[in-house]
């Protein structure tokens, strides 16, 4: 939650009267120091269905009134990457998030290289570096869980069921931009046709590093774009993400 762009995108709504509540997945790596990855042995143990079963926690702690200021049902949902994909999953199953803003995200569970795949195969784990410069051991665990949960984690199906605004953003030289997984989410959010913002000379961080100590202007757009659309759709209210 700590990650480059994502507290400053928090900052920004709050100065725009929208609440924010961040969060680590139990999976992420990160330990009670809250920036050092030192939780690796959760790391490589990390799947997609843990991922959802923390999300309902988070919005189980919302619904129950513990954090003062925010409604439930005026909510939006914000991710990144996997982050994104993990979100649409999760609004498939609630469908009562008021919007959804997502970066480059996931379309698919296991988007896995034909390399990575013959590691999980041989070795059982695969090397997987971080945007942090940091590299931690993953293992089939997660691989193992889309295959079992297959129905639960399709993307596509849970897009079927969101009737709710989206707004996707992508950089031009994305692959999952210029490789069709864009498409693939334009044709599955069947009810209510997602917003697009694609911007230009720029790929799947929009030009951020971590720690972001400067704000390059391509990020400058989509932290722009983003928070303009959230307070428009949310009319200044509580967001969840």
């Not at 309902?56 to 409604?71: F, L």
């Not at 046709?193 to 400067?214: C, I, Q």
Request: proline share 5%; glycine share 10%; with cysteine.
């Amino acid at each position: 939650m700590d990650w480059a762009f994502l507290p400053e995108l928090a900052n920004r709504l709050a100065n725009r009267g929208i609440a924010a509540v961040a969060f680590n997945m139990s999976g992420s790596g990160i330990g009670a120091d809250l920036e050092s990855f030192t939780e690796t042995e959760a790391f490589a143990k990390n799947t997609y269905t843990q991922e959802l079963e923390d999300l309902e926690r988070v919005r189980e702690v919302v619904d129950s009134g513990a954090i003062p200021g925010i409604d439930p049902k005026k909510g939006a949902l914000f991710g990144h990457s996997r982050g994104g994909g993990m979100a649409l999953l999760h609004a498939g199953s609630r469908r009562d998030y008021r919007a959804l803003c997502l970066w480059a995200p996931m379309h698919r569970v296991a988007l896995f290289g034909e390399e990575s795949m013959r590691a999980f195969d041989e070795r059982g784990s695969i090397d997987s570096p971080l945007a942090s410069g940091v590299t931690l051991r993953l293992d089939r665990d997660i691989i193992d869980d889309a295959l079992e949960h297959r129905d639960q984690l399709d993307i596509a199906a849970a897009c079927a069921r969101i009737s709710a605004p989206c707004l996707l953003v992508y950089g031009a030289r994305d692959p999952l931009h210029t490789m069709g997984g864009r498409a693939d989410l334009e044709r599955s959010l069947v009810h209510n046709p997602p917003e697009v913002e694609v911007l230009e000379r720029t790929g799947h961080a929009f030009g951020a590093r971590h720690p972001l100590e400067e704000i390059p202007p391509v990020l400058e757009q989509a932290l722009s774009k983003s928070v303009d659309w959230i307070r428009q759709q949310l009319g200044g209210l509580a967001l969840y993400g």
